[in-house]
């Protein structure tokens, strides 16, 4: 076809024109079959993330308490509360080997993955390639075409809302979380009128992606399935020992302005440390405004500056 490249999107070109030429499927069938390809392929990843959720939720509670102590200090301008309760959240992260960050990873990768394979479809649809114009099935055999019938787009969606409802019992129970997920329970109506003029070849793919998702969400829920690939169970915890609900936004603005206490703290422990460094092995440095051995009243050129120490310690 002469679209391929090194690219992402030339990448999954290259795929679907090598299930269609070589292994001789019909192009739905290569976009079926690339689709399903791409999704084991990242399923390690899925597994890792369940892993995460898991542990996450289990330790939440504690996690919780540790961050209000976090907010407490932090709000009564008290640093050595704050230093504590920060040096005690990380030890408690350590032990557990629990980290929030880790929960970006799946969306992380699962991002790029749609997005090459929706540009690299949409721009074969576009040029058109001439091969896509009879390689569907069924009441949609033209793949560079919207689907005349509107299924395919009403699939979709009733499949994402499934995805939503089936996969909130695989993350972590917080109440801020369940706000999030309430609004992308509209999302899908949202985006309808958007996309329902999509290419069929599109729908192909996002529908193949959804189905791929519902059965591993049943799959991972499956307890032998879980033991066998180390996730942990969830615990149900007690809605008191919950965060409190104080919306998406403002639980991100509150995290945000932690991370960023936590490494002005980090940083003058670090200068703190440069600083007895210094005073441990080099030549000692002079912190008074004048020097005993001159005459009273003149200031020694060193000591011009009103906080010498202010260059270590800040």
Known sequence: LGLGGYTPVGLVQNLLECLHIDLGLPWWGAIVAGTVLARTLVFPVMVKGQREAAKLNNH???MTKLTNAMN????????????????????????????PLRGFLVPLVQAPVFISFFMALRQMSQLPVPSLQNGGVGWFPDLTASDPL?????????????????????????PNLRTMKAVFRIMPLVILPFTISFPTAVFTYWLTSNVF??????????PAVR????????????????????????????????????????????????????AAKGPLRQTFAETPLEPKGVVSPRARKDRPWRDTIG
């Open 60 to 62: 939440l509670p504690a």
């Open 72 to 99: 407490e200090a932090k709000a009564s301008g008290n640093k050595f509360e704050f230093a504590k309760a920060y040096s005690d959240l990380m030890l408690f992260q350590k032990k557990h080997d629990v980290n």
């Open 150 to 174: 509107y299924l395919l787009p009403l699939l979709v969606t009733s499949s994402m809302w499934a995805i939503l409802e089936l996969g909130a019992e695989s993350g972590v129970d917080n």
């Open 213 to 222: 998702s519902l059965l591993q969400v049943g799959f991972l829920r499956m």
């Open 227 to 278: 033991r066998k690939l180390g996730i942990p169970d969830r615990i149900k915890h007690d809605p008191e020992t919950l965060p409190a609900r104080e919306g998406f936004i403002k639980s991100i603005k509150s995290g945000w302005k932690n991370a960023q206490a936590a490494q002005q703290l980090a940083e003058r422990e670090r200068r703190i440390k440069q600083h007895l460094n210094i």
